[in-house]
């Protein structure tokens, strides 16, 4: 079962998880600490659900010592390429990049493209959709990325599936929010 968009109304469903208590995620970021626990959860609630990981699976992100937003980066690369999420992380906190492991094991910007309506706007990867609209199809595995895009398009693809909204409208509401956990936040409307 995926997300629905959740409002005012009905956040309640936020605090009635049963697992919502092993999910305690260290803050690695001053903007991390800014973020209340119960949409720290809803995020995460909703990357298990995009990957359909059981809770005591997401019980060990807390343990992976990563930014928030990049956790899901972890486990779509390691979902695409077959590579283990632990050697993942274990590399890039050794100080590879997103970009490096991305590039490494396959998971071009083919694959990591979320489409859009052209005349919508990209928010910060905007130059980054000028890529892929001037690029043939064909030719979107040779476009270079940056970490940042990487985590910003999986990032996006997540909260617009779980959500139910478009990827259109994360990326607009992306431009003033400076974490993909604090979007998400903005997303479901909590106060």
Known sequence: MRLSRVGPTNRAWLLSLPFL??????????TQAQ????????????VGEFFALPPTELAILKEWELDEDEIPVALFIAERSGVSTEALVALRRSGQSWAELAGRYGV???VLHVPVPEQSSAGEISALYQQYRSTPESGWATIQLESAEIVALVNVRILAQTLGISPAEVLSQSEAIDSFVKLFGE????D
């Open 21 to 30: 208590g092993m999910i305690s995620m260290p803050a690695l970021a001053q």
């Open 35 to 46: 973020v209340p626990e119960v949409v720290r959860q809803g995020y995460f609630r909703a």
């Open 108 to 110: 071009s910007a083919a």
């Open 187 to 190: 997303l479901i409307h909590y």
